[in-house]
């Protein structure tokens, strides 16, 4: 159900990874990525650093909450989020967020645009260093592939090349906590992703859970040195719905769970509408940033609960 696309065939075998990548979006809308352009090496040092962060104090890490950053930096504690929108339950998990690097003088962070922030850092020697390899590495997984999404949609090969050059895209680091037990608890709710795509990149530990259109919730497996890549909500509304954005969840594990979440979003003034060739359009265009922007303030919004 969950097929796994060898990336190094877009280099030996391109039409037939653009076959199976087109059966793989239209289908579940979830595959696994083998020999990406993420260093093996890399993987292991982000790891390593994120395990140092949310080992920190508390109060360390309160000191770079996401609650006081408009720009959606920083961490959040187990309960700040609430993936599912419309269950009463909040997320377990506690995350770390950091968005493009850019310097405190550059005009949008000076003029306060939306999402155009500093990131904000924890004083661990490395940290910043690893997190900016691997969110550039991520980046270039991304962009790579959706010269194979253009391909597969009848468009030139660099179409999207120019749309997600200053893009809103987002890496975060994930810590789940071993389950209680209690009633009703989930690890990460519900949901679909709001960008392009999502490339995550797991620890082993089961808990990812995907559930297919008409189907039920399947474990999505780990074979270890692939990334986990998933349709977004983004890029299915871009699509005209031809590319399918499935929801998903993260059951509380047995044992602590690490992941690396990496969101592939378009620029901030990208239009986001029917592409050529997908027919009559569903959606009326938006701009990126003001899509994004809507999602998130549904998982951040105060529940009321009973």
Partial sequence: MIPILDWTRFDTNRDGFVADLGAAVTGTGFFLLQNSL???DLRSRVFAQADRFFG????????LSILNNPHFRGWAK???ESLDETAPEVDTKQTFNIGLEMAPDHPDVVAGIPFRGVNVWPALDGFRDTMLAYYDAAFAQGLALHRAFALELGLPEA??????QTSLSALRLLHYPPGTGASGEIGAGAHTDYGAITLLMTDGEPGLQVKPRGGDWTD???VPGTDVVNIGDCLM???NDRYVSTPHRVLPPKRQRRSVAFFFEANPDTIIEALPGTGGPKYPPIRAADYLQSRLDATYAPKEVP
Avoid at 56 to 63: I, R, T, V
Avoid at 159 to 164: A, G, I, S
Wanted: glycine fraction near 4%; charged fraction near 25%.
């Fill in 38 to 40: 993420i260093p093996t």
């Fill in 56 to 63: 920190l104090s508390e109060a360390d890490k309160q000191a």
């Fill in 78 to 80: 187990p309960g700040d």
């Fill in 159 to 164: 179409h999207f090349e120019p749309l997600f």
């Fill in 220 to 222: 999505v497996p780990h």
């Fill in 237 to 239: 509304r871009w699509t």
